[in-house]
């Protein structure tokens, strides 16, 4: 992807994210595009749609919370509804920053539109969205949970029973598994 449009795109996501779930939208996102540009290198796709639809795969969380009703139980409440919303503000986005083709577009609107529905994830692009997007949740890293133990606990019990499972590239499950291992010794789960 070329740096000029990515820095163009991330001047304009990041107003959405910094309106979107209390200290977690903007290091996350940027904790899945990191991990977007390591699944890149491994398995290979098309950069710009990508990266793309990392950067705004979340943003249709943007003024549905705030500390007092960020918790595990809410989020999982508001998770279609923010695919939804995402696909709504990413027109919006893509119509200012230009440089896309028609046919990348479309493509970024379905993943934003559809990369929470785990049952519907079937073509490689979905599953690298899918993967980046789980590595950004457990990057203790790059991004720190404002969470309190108990929904933390929640979270990553959630995490394994339906997320961790479901990775299926090489590069995906080495990264998950150095991740989930760090993530379960730090915090003593």
């Given at each position: ?11 304009e ?13 903007l290091?996350?996102t940027l ?30 969380y ?29 027109r ?74 479901r ?15 760090k ?5 003593k789960?």
């Amino acid at each position: 992807m070329d740096n000029n449009l990515e820095e163009k795109l991330k001047i304009e996501v990041f107003k959405y994210l910094e309106k979107g779930r209390p200290n977690w939208d903007l290091p996350h996102t940027l904790a899945v595009v990191h991990w977007m540009k390591e699944l890149l290198k491994g398995e290979g796709g098309n950069s710009r749609v990508l990266i793309t639809a990392a950067y705004l795969h979340d943003i249709g969380y943007a003024n549905m919370f705030d500390e007092s009703n960020y918790d595990d139980d809410s989020v999982m409440v508001m998770r279609s509804k923010h695919m939804q919303i995402g696909v709504e503000y990413s027109r919006n986005i893509l119509d200012k920053v230009k440089g896309f083709e028609k046919e990348e577009i479309e493509r970024i609107f379905h993943l934003v539109g559809m990369h929470d529905d785990l049952e519907q994830i079937v073509d490689n692009d979905e599953q690298i969205l899918f993967e980046a997007d789980s590595l950004g949740q457990i990057d203790i890293e790059r991004v720190k949970s404002n969470w309190n133990d108990e929904d933390y606990k929640k979270f990553i019990n959630h995490y394994q029973r339906d997320r961790a499972i479901r990775f299926k590239t090489k590069t995906g499950i080495k990264f998950r598994d150095i991740l989930l291992e760090k993530i379960l010794k730090d915090k003593k789960i």
